[in-house]
C-alpha cells in the first residue's frame, strides 16, 4: 500500500531564509509526486508536481522540490522564504493504479 | 478561466437530516473527485468518476454516502442520516482525465457542520 509522510508539523523559517519541508513517500511503483498549498478557508492550490525526467522539479512561487529515489523523498524547498507563504503544505503520492494519498500537512511559518 | 467550484459553502444541518454538497469541474475535465478533510489533516479520498461513472468508490465511509455524476460534468455528494462525525470540510477536484500525472485542481471546499 502507498503511503506519505511528512515528518514536520510545523516549520519556522526566518524570511529571507532558505525553507524546506520535508516529505517521503512509500509506493509499489514508480511514483507520482505532488505539492500543494492550502491558505485558511481556501481550497488547496497546485504548487509542483513530480511525475519522470529531472529529480529538480519547479513550480509556482518560486517553489522547487527534488525528487530522491534511494531516499524515497521529495523535500519542497524554496531558496527565500516571504512572509505570504505562510500556509500549510500538503505532500501527496500516487502509484500508477491507485487513488492519491495526501500527507497530514505541515504549517509554515515565516517569521518577519 | 474558471475554476472548480463549490456550493454551498458553509452548511449546517441537524443530526439525522439529508444533505446534497454540489460541484462543478473545470469545463472539458472528464475526472472528478471528492475529498473530505478534518481538521488537523490531509484530504481523505472518497470517490472518484471518469466520465458519469464512479470509477473508484472505495474512500465512501458507509453506505450513507453516495455520489453521482450524470452528465459527465456537475456532481453531487449526497449524505443520508447526517452524524456529527460527518462534519469536516468536503473538497471537489477535477483533472483532464484520470491519469495518475494529471493534476487534479481543488474546488474550495464546502464546510459541513452536523449539531
Known amino acids: 500500500a502507498q503511503s506519505v509522510a511528512q515528518p514536520e508539523d510545523q516549520v519556522n523559517v526566518a524570511e529571507g531564509n532558505p525553507l524546506t519541508v520535508k516529505c517521503t513517500y512509500s509506493?509499489?511503483?514508480?511514483?507520482?509526486l505532488f505539492w500543494y498549498v492550502q491558505y485558511p478557508n481556501r481550497g488547496l492550490q497546485f504548487l509542483l508536481k513530480?511525475?519522470?525526467?529531472?529529480?529538480l522539479v519547479k513550480g509556482s512561487y518560486g517553489f522547487e522540490a527534488e525528487f530522491n529515489k534511494s531516499q524515497t523523498s521529495f523535500h519542497l524547498k524554496k531558496p527565500s522564504a516571504l512572509v505570504s507563504d505562510s500556509a500549510l503544505y500538503f505532500c501527496a503520492v500516487r502509484d500508477r493504479d491507485d487513488k492519491i494519498i495526501f500527507g497530514k500537512g505541515t504549517r509554515l511559518h515565516i517569521l518577519p | 478561466g474558471a475554476g472548480v467550484s463549490q456550493t454551498p459553502s458553509n452548511k449546517v444541518t441537524e443530526k439525522g437530516k439529508y444533505v446534497e454538497l454540489r460541484c462543478d469541474p473545470i469545463s472539458g475535465h472528464t475526472a472528478l473527485y471528492w475529498y473530505r478533510q478534518s481538521l488537523g489533516q490531509g484530504p481523505e479520498f472518497l470517490i472518484y468518476f471518469q466520465g458519469t461513472g464512479a470509477a473508484d468508490d472505495s474512500g465512501l465511509p458507509n453506505d450513507r454516502f453516495f455520489a453521482v455524476r450524470p452528465e459527465g460534468s456537475v456532481s453531487t455528494l449526497k449524505i443520508q442520516r447526517t452524524e456529527r462525525g460527518d462534519s469536516a470540510v468536503y473538497l471537489c477536484?477535477?483533472?483532464?482525465?484520470?491519469?495518475?500525472?494529471?493534476?487534479?485542481?481543488f474546488g474550495p471546499g464546502t464546510r459541513l457542520t452536523v449539531l
Open positions: 477536484a477535477s483533472s483532464l482525465t484520470s491519469l495518475a500525472g494529471d493534476t487534479q485542481y
Open positions: 509506493v509499489s511503483g514508480n511514483p507520482y
Open positions: 513530480y511525475i519522470t525526467g529531472d529529480n
